[in-house]
């Protein structure tokens, strides 16, 4: 299995690029965010892996970053995502837009993505809104010490700032805002979600 590939790149084409590493010559299936991000020919590129292995076929996945592998590792399980449309709705939305727009429930956003029909844009928002919702509420900081901490996406984020304005630390609004996002589910309203955090801090 290849977890990661480093070599010069010789060709970059639409989806894909190769990359020579000592002699070998890997095609290598992008999405348009990553293949921004592949140094132009010829010149030393590192890229993550997913390798899809099939009778007929093995077919390598590279990634910029891990986040846009781990999305692209969970599209892949919803029932009419194959790795093809999983990487055209990377190129369409990059991982903190995903999130937005499956946690916020916006299946108007993903059905921009070609291929995306309205039957699978509801399906993407019930399968990975919650999930979705959790990991940007778990989005890490800038830095632990920054003064200005990388906020909360979407509803869990209008959350946080209420209940910070209620006198409640984010240290400790934070898990049950988090705890609240994963009960109600993703498409509950501001109101549910900060009602949900407040009955599990006054436990």
């Given at each position: 299995?290849?977890?990661?590939?480093?070599?010069?790149?010789?060709?970059?084409?639409?989806?894909?690029?190769?990359?020579?590493?000592?002699?070998?010559?890997?095609?290598?299936?992008?999405?348009?965010?990553?293949?921004?991000?592949?140094?132009?020919?010829?010149?030393?590129?590192?890229?993550?892996?997913?390798?899809?292995?099939?009778?007929?076929?093995?077919?390598?996945?590279?990634?910029?970053?891990?986040?846009?592998?781990?999305?692209?590792?969970?599209?892949?399980?919803?029932?009419?995502?194959?790795?093809?449309?999983?990487?055209?709705?990377?190129?369409?939305?990059?991982?903190?837009?995903?999130?937005?727009?499956?946690?916020?429930?916006?299946?108007?956003?993903?059905?921009?993505?070609?291929?995306?029909?309205?039957?699978?844009?509801?399906?993407?928002?019930?399968?990975?809104?919650?999930?979705?919702?959790?990991?940007?509420?778990?989005?890490?900081?800038?830095?632990?010490?920054?003064?200005?901490?990388?906020?909360?996406?979407?509803?869990?984020?209008?959350?946080?700032?209420?209940?910070?304005?209620?006198?409640?630390?984010?240290?400790?609004?934070?898990?049950?805002?988090?705890?609240?996002?994963?009960?109600?589910?993703?498409?509950?309203?501001?109101?549910a979600i900060i009602r949900e955090a407040l009955r599990r801090l006054a436990r």
């Open positions: 299995m290849i977890g990661r590939l480093t070599g010069l790149v010789e060709q970059i084409e639409e989806g894909r690029c190769l990359i020579d590493v000592r002699g070998v010559g890997y095609v290598v299936y992008c999405s348009a965010r990553s293949l921004a991000s592949v140094a132009a020919p010829p010149a030393l590129s590192s890229l993550l892996i997913e390798t899809q292995v099939r009778e007929d076929a093995i077919t390598l996945y590279g990634f910029v970053d891990s986040e846009e592998r781990d999305w692209f590792n969970k599209l892949v399980t919803v029932q009419g995502v194959g790795p093809k449309l999983a990487m055209a709705v990377l190129s369409a939305l990059a991982p903190d837009a995903l999130v937005a727009a499956l946690a916020g429930g916006d299946a108007a956003a993903l059905r921009r993505v070609s291929g995306v029909g309205p039957n699978l844009a509801k399906r993407l928002v019930t399968e990975l809104g919650a999930f979705a919702a959790a990991r940007g509420l778990a989005a890490p900081t800038r830095a632990a010490s920054s003064a200005n901490p990388a906020p909360m996406m979407g509803v869990g984020g209008e959350a946080l700032s209420a209940l910070v304005n209620l006198g409640y630390r984010r240290a400790e609004a934070e898990p049950a805002i988090f705890a609240a996002v994963a009960e109600a589910g993703a498409g509950a309203g501001l109101d």
